[in-house]
């Protein structure tokens, strides 16, 4: 009872003081700071804009860092405009010149004055920026709890350094602008051109410095090698001018990232005919620095904090009205051991502890049967549980994957893989599948997403939108998994929202869709044609017999568009980015289904966990009743890949047919159904084809795409000496650009023409056959307008009227 009084006295105590703290006015102002102790005998003065109307509640905080020649006049005139209008507070601490020298202001004072040891943080530089912010959040009435970074050229050097050697608890996201050199995340260099004589950095710094929010931002026609460019070798060996340095540290941070399976959080900006201009790059960083100015890693970690200490904080409330619930989606008397359904609805759902405690307690009771493993550490540290019945070496067996989880806020799939293993365990007619099939089974692929009910990972990207890029460690571990086990039957269990606007606004009034189950089987052309139809006419028909047998229903998954008066929907998968059509490019037989569930909480949960276990259950049994066929199927397939005769379908667009999609109205307590048009990329026709070249290409720039192309099983040759081809070169002649950032990219669009030539190309190249078992992946990514591939998810650059990296060797 003490510690609460003395803590609500606390409380008072400080929100008096703060009420009585001296504010600053807003508008255009200045403040003299020297209120940190380490570095009050150098004062910095704090030059600041704030809006003088807007709500400085949810005003986001920008600090601008000047260049080298601590110039900030014309910044503030340019900055301050942009406050008002974009309503943010603008800070600019001016470092003097004669009290911050290149030591403490570039190189933010990493090092003592005599250069021989290191400063702690709380030394550096770095830490009176905090202090400055910690002052505005006292004097300035922002609620702002952290703050946003951008400088140009030495202000970009201040914030690299800033990101990699110091850690703010209030950076929200920095933004770093054509720095002229850089110091590497390196353990061989030494400083200020690497880090091996900082003692504290170790390979965790460097884990948290890579998987921060920071934006690297390179004008294009910054290629300039002025008088003051740094040209020391150390800088020369980074590049020959601040593009090339950028890009150059860009990459490498990516590549460290990658080498050591850790979040890369980072992401480049290309500002197109622009050089060394500070207030021009600025015009370009604001929308970046401002999108998404709640940003994700601080959204996660208040949500965090918020539902720590509440135990039934993932039971949500349903918009569906109580009485669609009992006369549709009633559920069936049936107990279960499994984690969520043994518990009461009013505990909300089952843990990660509680699932892998249950999963280790099968493992137990059946040692011999199957085991229990884990895929790797997520980007939050967690492990990803997943459990092998069988070895996969039984060429005897159907060796099938079932994921579930892959969106951490749709839990009926991972407790349909947790009534799977039970049933396979402890079921006599689950027992006699296993003599038939060998099965990796992931019950929870996004832990740190499911950990918190949230779509996304730990690393803040959707898992189902990366199998084209494996820019997210855990997709990396994912799809390292998937191809060493070569599976030849592929499950992956969704939940999708019922009801959405366009739904409503196009019905005027309150709909959702009606099935418990939505198949999205995959149309592109370039996955096996039998392969396709296995997966589409024997394995989805086998399960909605099975389905509909127990009472539930189905139907196909569609995307909605309202365009004008009329409502027009896409039916069926075509993106390698998703899951769908990405197993199915390996030559596995490919199934992907949509439970009705997303914003149900704990309502009908049994319904649709059930529909995830009869659906999975019916994959394996019909996966045994059709055994020969489908190994015959899966044999043909990759034979046909090695042969490489047919063509490569880049693009194509699905054919406009009726489809029946039936609804709840929700006023009523009925269901209608509507003829709605379709484009049916189950039925589609080409675009664009190409003939498959004798290999493909690339670039010693392309790292990251043979990165991709490995992990997904391609095998790549790397030329140990110069050589010349006949070639078909790409010249992009139509290149567009998305505004908007998703993902952490901007896509793009392109078309392109080929031309003949005969090239020579440089040792350190990379030569790519598509004639092999990955070879529908290679065509597919490679190509470049194919639908969610390496040029427009940027895996590879490409620039309007210029030629690819990528090169087609004439057969």
Known sequence: MKRGLLSGMSFIILS?????????????????????????????????????TGDLGTMPVVFVFQGADRGFEYLIAFWKKAAEEKQFIFVLPHFDLQLYPLEDYQETGVLTADRKHVNPQRLQTSALVDEIFSYLQRHAGAKATGYMMYGHSAGGQFIHRFMLFYDSPYVEKAMVGSPGWYTFPDKQQSFPYGVADISYVDGETLRRYLSKNIV?????????????????????????????????????????????????????????????????????????????????????????????????????????????????????????????????????????TEITRYLGALVEQHPNRVTLSTLGISAEGREIPVLYFGTGRDK?????????????????????????ADYLLNDAEGQKLLTHVELALVPVANVDGYAIQSRMSGSGLDLNRDQSKLADPVSVLLKKAYISWTPEVALDIHEFTPWRKDYNAFFHKPVAIYEDVLFLPTGHPNVSGPIREFSLHILQKSAGEALTKKGYTWGYYFTPSVEGDRLRITKGAGSPQSSSTNFALSNAAS????????????????????????????????????????????????????????????????????????FVDFAQNDTFSVTLPALDVLDCEPVITRSRPKAYILADT??????????????????????????????????????????????????????KIRKAFPAGSYIVSPNQKAGNYIVTLLEPESMNGFIPFGVIEAQSGTALPVYRQIK
């Open 216 to 352: 690297i931002q390179l004008g294009k026609a910054d290629t300039v090698r002025e008088s003051y460019l740094r040209k020391t070798p150390e800088a020369e060996a980074q590049g020959g001018n601040r593009l090339e340095r950028g890009r150059v540290f860009y990459e490498y941070a990516r590549q460290l990232a990658a080498d050591n399976n850790w979040p890369f959080h980072w992401r480049k900006e290309e500002v197109e005919d622009v050089g060394h201009n500070s207030v021009r790059m600025a015009e370009n960083a604001i929308p970046t620095l401002l999108n998404d100015s709640i940003r994700a890693p601080f959204k996660r970690t208040a949500q965090k904090l918020a539902l720590r200490n509440t135990p039934t904080w993932n039971i949500r409330p349903t918009s569906q009205p109580e009485a669609v619930t009992t006369r549709f989606y009633s559920v069936s008397g049936k107990k279960y051991r499994t984690p969520t359904l043994c518990k009461p609805v009013t505990e909300g759902l089952a843990s990660l």
């Open 702 to 755: 392309c790292r990251n795409a043979v990165r991709i192309l490995e992990i997904l099983g391609a095998d790549i040759k790397r030329a140990s000496k110069p050589f010349i081809r006949n070639v078909e070169e790409y010249t992009v002649t139509e290149y567009e650009k998305s505004a908007t950032v998703w993902e952490r990219i901007h896509p793009v669009k392109v078309k392109t023409e080929t031309k």
């Open 396 to 420: 005897n067996k159907i060796r099938v994957w079932i994921q579930a989880g892959l969106h951490g806020n749709e839990p009926a799939g991972p407790e349909a893989v947790c009534i799977l």
């Open 16 to 52: 008096l003081c703060h009420l009585h703290a001296q504010q600053l006015p807003n508008g255009e102002g200045k403040f003299t700071f020297t209120e940190y102790a380490p570095f009050s005998g150098r004062p910095v003065d704090v030059y600041y804009y704030i809006p003088p």
């Open 591 to 662: 199934l992907f289904i949509e439970i009705r569930g997303i914003g149900l909480g704990r309502t009908s949960f049994k319904r649709r966990a059930e529909a995830g276990f009869i659906v999975a259950a019916n994959l394996l049994e019909t996966c045994r009743n059709n055994k020969d066929q489908l190994k015959s199927i899966i044999r043909k397939a990759v034979a046909d890949a090695k042969k490489g005769h047919k063509p490569i379908y880049v693009s194509f667009r699905g054919k406009e047919s009726p489809y029946s999609a039936r």
